[in-house]
């Protein structure tokens, strides 16, 4: 008796289900037969779209089971209300019937994008074609169907089209392409036993997204409902309680604690009656209140955080043509009321421009909507943003097959150490680098843009080049020739001169247009996005460093992205010892995989306290169009306008010695420290600099001032400065002005590396 109690309670446990109190009703499907579909690459997007559809379920507290294809075949799904098909593009005929078999014992479906013939006929479809297109938004109407979001955020490419053949079936989703026009195409149908959406559901506005399939879910199986609406309100007081908790703890002016304190009380008031309504049965209604109080608590966690001014707030855009659905105007309005001042946006690549280039093929866009860099510089100019454009160098993807035939024919492609080719261009090949150089510098000729940015500017690996003409030339380098190739120069004596030799081919370029740009037009930005120091070394060859060292970058922009906070800071303070206060250094912070809000503003935090002078989010396509997490931004971080710390003449703090065994640059609390700083009359103005003066201040590392430590002057003599401060971390800082030739007058900040004083033992 005792063993079959214990094999009962076994079999409970594992069977396969979400966390909470009993076994869900709603299943997901996991199409193991489609993720194995390895050779075309669906199967990588099928897991992919099964995440996205988890995640938005995750959301909403709906709770599911995990099933597989083999589980459906042998009738698993009897135990369930509800069977949710992501992308699930291989379904053999036995799970087909098992499917069938299911919706005619009352079960119900939700299939995204592919649905077998036979089961899209019980819902009430039928397909009609698969079409490419502009599917960017999915406006949602059924007032029968508690708690549905007006409209969903989707930018789709593609659908397949189908028609309503019930007449209990009916469209409660219609498409809307990027332009705002609705489409005939029928986006989401819903029917007695089932639902169906024409694509996959994609990661954009996955709040608005777990509302959707809740409301549908709970059309068809209403409880879903009061579980909805316990997680909802749970989830908001959670979130109430991590923001009072952080407002206690924080040194924020009292006037916005006792802001934060109210509007806690509202909210919290707001959820006792969000409890009411679940009891009393309206669990939707109880839903849709306490979102809003989970709103409200991201803009106070927000709140909690100072906001620092003068510091780069940018973003990096890979549409030539702005946010997909808002164009140029709408995006960089969008920026510039959200608090940002920079944009970074993907012009071109190694074979393709989005302007009227005469160096690269022109993106045939380009004929129907316009030059994109004056389109976006239009409208940058207007409001105030700063554009860089960015470049992909070497990179030949999206460029024409014809132009890669050429450059085939031609031998310039890469090819890695097996001897096949490698769709980049080769960075040894002076045709190639001739080629990277005049693209970049007829941008700097033709427009007035605040700044060039260099990105893939690297090697893909270090598995490649290994090509007949770096063969050739790195022969010539070393003078000598080379019969083993290439594994003489992947191991072996040879191998520290051959990737140094793979290092100066990718500066070379970087010097040249650096150099260049700024003899055309004094006072340009150059700036690129790099990988990880001292990796990117050895694996990429991209000594990033060197760039620095030799002034030429006016600021960097390494591509942090991790989701790991402590990985993240590890980052940033190994990139601030490289730029050692030479130049600004914005990381790239990684907004597309940081999930929570909470966690990209904590990123945001933290590099501000390391000491970097601003932030560049990856990317504007992603946090655009979720306007909670820009909102969430804009209630502290970027609450008001400002400008970046450049340009700026160049300033020079030399620090004292630290504390011995102490980490660089830290000092005790109750000493006097000694330090000097100079002002030169150079920087990176449009004109030369005739005279610059400013006052010595120290400030914490979240910019706030504590004292006046002097004054210095170019020309002039540098100025000794003294102080004390109470434990803490804080940076010099020179603020002042520049006088320029033209009697112009500009106002500057340059800040020190970080330092520490620490309380005395």
């Known amino acids: 008796m005792r063993i079959t109690l214990w094999l009962a309670l076994l079999s409970l446990l594992l069977a396969p289900h979400a966390a909470g109190d009993q076994t869900p009703l709603i299943a997901v499907v996991y199409g193991e037969y489609s993720y194995q579909d390895s050779p075309s690459g669906e199967g990588q997007g099928a897991r992919t779209f099964r995440d996205t559809v988890q995640e938005a379920l995750d959301r909403v507290g709906v709770e599911y089971a995990r099933l597989t294809d083999a589980d459906v075949e042998q009738g698993a799904l009897a135990r369930y209300r509800v069977a949710i098909f992501p992308y699930n593009f291989i379904i053999p005929e036995t799970e087909e019937e098992a499917i069938l078999r299911y919706l005619d014992s009352g079960g119900k479906v939700f299939f995204f994008y592919i649905v077998p013939e036979s089961v899209a006929e019980r819902i009430g479809l039928r397909y009609i074609e698969h079409v490419d297109g502009d599917y960017q938004t999915i406006k949602l109407r059924a007032r029968d169907l508690q708690g549905l979001p007006p409209q969903v955020t989707q930018a789709s490419w593609n659908i397949n089209r189908m028609e309503v053949t019930a007449p209990d079936a009916r469209v409660i989703g ?27 559901l994609t990661e954009t506005d996955l709040a608005a997204k777990g509302r959707m399939l809740l409301a549908i879910l709970g059309w068809m199986y209403p409880e879903v409902w009061p579980a909805a609406a316990r997680h909802a309100i749970a989830n908001a007081s959670r979130r109430l309680d991590e923001v009072q908790a952080r407002a206690q703890k924080s040194d924020l002016p009292e006037a916005r604690k006792r802001d934060i304190e109210a ?3 509202r909210q919290r008031q707001t959820l006792r009656a969000a409890r009411f309504m679940a009891d009393a049965g309206r669990c939707a209604y109880a839903v849709s209140v306490a979102a809003e109080a989970e709103k409200e608590s991201l803009l106070l966690y927000g709140l909690t955080s100072p906001e620092r001014l003068r510091e780069f707030r940018g973003v990096w855009l890979h549409d030539a043509y702005g946010v997909p659905g808002w164009g140029w105007q709408r995006s960089i309005r969008e920026l ?49 943003i700063e554009l860089h454009v960015w470049k992909v160098n070497y990179n030949l993807a999206n460029a024409p097959a014809d132009f890669v035939d050429e450059l085939r024919r031609e031998g310039r492609l890469q090819k890695n150490a097996k001897g096949e080719e490698v769709l980049w261009l080769c960075p040894s090949d002076p045709r190639n680098f001739a080629l990277e150089r005049d693209s970049m510098l007829e941008v700097v000729r033709k427009y007035d843009v605040a700044g060039i ?29 080379i019969s083993d190739w290439p594994e003489a120069v992947m191991s072996g004596p040879l191998q520290e001169k051959w990737t140094q030799w793979r290092r100066d081919q990718i500066t070379k370029l970087v010097r040249a247009v650096s150099t260049e740009a700024r003899k055309i037009r004094p ?60 130049i600004p250094l914005y990381p790239g912070i ?91 009359a150079e920087g990176n103005y449009p004109e030369p600099i005739t005279r610059a003066s400013g006052s010595v201040i120290v400030e914490t590392v979240e910019g706030e001032k504590m004292l006046d430590a002097g004054r210095v002057e170019a020309p002039g003599e540098p100025a000794a400065v ?25 106002g500057f900040i340059v800040r020190s590396l970080p330092f520490e004083t620490a309380a005395t033992k």
């Open 590 to 680: 990684g907004e597309f995989i940081i999930k929570d809000t909470r966690d990209l503003l904590d990123q945001m935090e933290r590099a501000r306290r390391l000491g970097a002078d601003g932030f560049t989010l990856f990317c504007y396509e992603h946090a655009g169009p979720e306007p909670s997490r820009m909102d969430a931004l804009h209630a502290s971080h970027t609450a008001h306008q400002t400008t970046p710390p450049h340009p700026a003449p160049r300033v020079r703090f030399d620090l004292p010695p630290g504390i011995p065994d102490a980490p660089s640059f830290t000092y005790r609390s109750d000493e006097k420290i000694s330090a000097g700083v100079s002002l030169s």
């Open 174 to 200: 219609r498409w809307y392409d990027s332009q705002g026009k609705r489409l005939p195409d029928p986006a989401v149908v819903i029917s007695p036993r089932g639902a169906y959406m024409s694509h996959v």
């Open 722 to 746: 003294q102080f004390s401060l109470p434990p803490g971390r804080y940076r010099l800082a020179v603020v002042g002005n520049v006088t320029l030739a033209s009697g112009a007058e500009r």
């Open 523 to 582: 006072g340009i930005m150059i700036s690129a996005a790099v990988f990880p120091y001292p990796e990117s070394l050895s694996w990429v060859n991209q000594d990033w460093k060197e760039w620095v060292d030799e002034g030429l970058l006016d600021f960097v922009c390494p591509m942090d992205y991790t989701a790991d906070a402590d990985e993240f800071e590890r980052q940033v303070t190994r990139e601030l010892e490289v730029t050692a206060g030479r």
């Open 336 to 384: 510039k009321q959200h608090g940002f001042n920079a944009v970074i946006a993907n012009m071109l690549w190694a074979g393709r421009a989005d302007y009227e280039s005469e160096v690269l093929p022109v993106n045939p866009k380009v004929a129907e909507k316009g030059d994109q860099i004056a389109e976006a510089l239009r409208w940058c100019k207007q409001y105030g």
């Open 263 to 265: 509007r806690l009380r």
């Open 453 to 481: 940015h260099f990105d893939y500017i690297r090697y893909p690996d270090d598995q490649t080049c290994y090509c007949e003409g770096c063969r050739h030339r790195f022969e010539q380098a070393v003078g000598r020739k």
